[in-house]
């Protein structure tokens, strides 16, 4: 579980420590810093990836697309090199990146990089699940992972795998700390399927393999009583949330789950269970890290730490917003500290007050 991640001369990032939780929340104004932070860890993830011998990184692979160096490195930089600090407990590790050819796909490793050194972070990173904000939970079929040795419960950034790491543990137990509690048997559908209910009343997945392929097809409902469905006559809610729940569910203690915008297509009561879901998550050991601009998420994690699910001190809030000033473009983080009840130390400006906004001027007080 990493602790701490500093980036340096990265897209818009020109030097930042982000503190890292068991439960950590990204939000703030778009095009701030929130994305380039969750992609230096996911970069560092595709270091890994490629193997103790590697002298470059990819800048394009199955976890990130970021395209040339010169898109990556940062129009503030005083310098041509990309370093990041990946720490972990008693651990750090240094990425030092040689960025001076700007048309390359990849960044040279420099000497003094440590990441492929230090066997605890490596394996952090190796194992990090990426669920990015578009995923394809209409196909008929889904495919299975085309390596040997995929990284266990790792849906894919699209979710294209979650229907078959389902089917592949379906009747086995998850822990029981990821347990609901209305259900008492820990078998990952009936789990499933508790969790769900949460979100989609009466909600419960199947998954059929295709004869002869490596494919998987997936059925929905949402009754007991209804027929099953393929999942684009259910709705892009609950195909969504698929690959959240069965990541969420199956992830070993210690693995990092990264999910860009957990919130959507799902009602905002939905959006605040899978908050309270991803809080009860983290209380048992899968360290997620959220990129949301959704109030109701964060409520859902304020509720799960209000109802003792979670403690306090395993979750990091961190708002993003850019510098006003032109000779410090650095991002200004504001990270409001929680408490036992739920509530936050403070509301910075543009920190999910909107609806106060519009409402005021709907009054005519603003």
Known sequence: MLDGLMVENFKCLKRQFVPLSPLTLLTGFNAAGKSTAIQSVLLGSQMARTGSGCTGVPLNGDLVKLGSVGDVLCQFADEREVRFEYSAACSKSRVKLDASERSKTSLLVKPGSSLQEDSTINSILRN?????????????????????????????ESGQFAPWWFDQHSDEDVCKEKAHPSEKALILRRQFSAWANEIFPGSEANTVNIERTPLVRLELRTGLQDQWKRPANIGYGLTYAFPILVAGLLAKKGQILIIDSPEAHLHPRGQSKIGFFLGAMAAAGVQVL?????????????????????????????????????????????????DSEGNLSEWPEGFFDQSDKDLAALSGWG
């Open 290 to 338: 959220i990129e949301t601009h959704s109030d109701h998420v964060l409520n859902g994690v304020r509720l799960a730490v209000a109802k003792n699910v979670v403690p306090k001190g395993d979750v990091s809030i961190h708002f993003f917003s850019s510098s006003s000033d032109d000779f410090d473009p650095s991002a200004v983080v504001t990270s409001p500290i929680i």
């Open 128 to 156: 990090v699940i990426n669920i990015s904000a578009t995923r394809i939970g209409t196909l008929d079929v889904f495919p299975s992972p085309e390596n040997l040795e995929p990284v266990f419960a790792d849906v894919g």
